[in-house]
Every structure is written in C-alpha cells, then in structure tokens.
C-alpha cells in the first residue's frame, strides 16, 4: 500500500498555470501505474492523465492534451502535473492516484487504481 500526500493548487485566472505534485511513501515508486483524476461537485471523477514506467507511456484525456503534461521524478519518488493555459471548466478537486501495472480496466477508470492522495482544489476564475 502506498501513502499519497499531495501539494500544490490554489486559485488562478484563466490562461495561467499551475502544478501539483503527488509524493508517494511505502512501496517502490517504479512498480505503480500513476494518474491524476478530477472530479468537479455533483460529477463524477474522470480521468485527466496517467503515466506508466513501461515504456514512459502517457496517455491525457482530450479536454487536456496539449496543455497539461503529467511526469515522474523517481529518484523523489514524486508524481507531477504541470497544467498550463488553464479554463473555468478545469475547475475541480485533484487526485493522484496509484494502481497495478497491468490491469483489465482502461487508464480512466478509477477502478483500476488502489491508491488516492487526500486531493486538493484548483480552482481557475476571473
């Protein structure tokens, strides 16, 4: 089991940038599928990107490919979500999660992963 502790997001106006990092502790870093998702009150969470150590693949939901890239850093065990030209619609709570490298699920799903950090809010207005 890995324990996930986020920091970074906070408030910004549309067209800024913002990044969140994920820090993982209590199993090797390597050996995990690692996401962010979103979830927004009264929606359900979705997938915004993951990222896997087979082959450094990465995968971005198309509401926000080209503006947010999602990477690692193993040496600090840390998961990272750099998000740039930024809308009211990317307005929501954020969470990293962790999961199996290999599953049956798709990388959007929230059933394939075991662990979330806390989340924290991002929040993009005028």
């Known amino acids: 089991q890995l324990q996930l502790v986020q920091s970074g997001g906070g408030s910004v106006m549309p067209g800024g940038s913002l990044g969140l990092s994920c820090a993982a502790s209590?199993?090797?870093?390597?050996?995990?599928?690692w996401a962010w998702f979103r979830q927004s009150p009264g929606k359900e969470r979705e997938g915004v990107a993951a990222i896997s150590p087979i082959r450094n693949d990465t995968w971005y939901d198309n509401s926000v490919k080209g503006r947010f890239t999602i990477s690692r850093d193993n040496a600090k065990n840390t998961l990272s979500l750099q998000m740039t030209s930024l809308k009211p619609e990317d307005t929501a709570m954020y969470y990293c999660a962790a999961g199996r490298l290999y599953s049956g699920y798709p990388w959007y799903s929230p059933s394939r992963y075991d662990d979330w950090g806390q989340g924290t809010q991002v929040t993009v207005s005028s």
């Open positions: 209590g199993s090797a870093q390597s050996g995990y599928f």
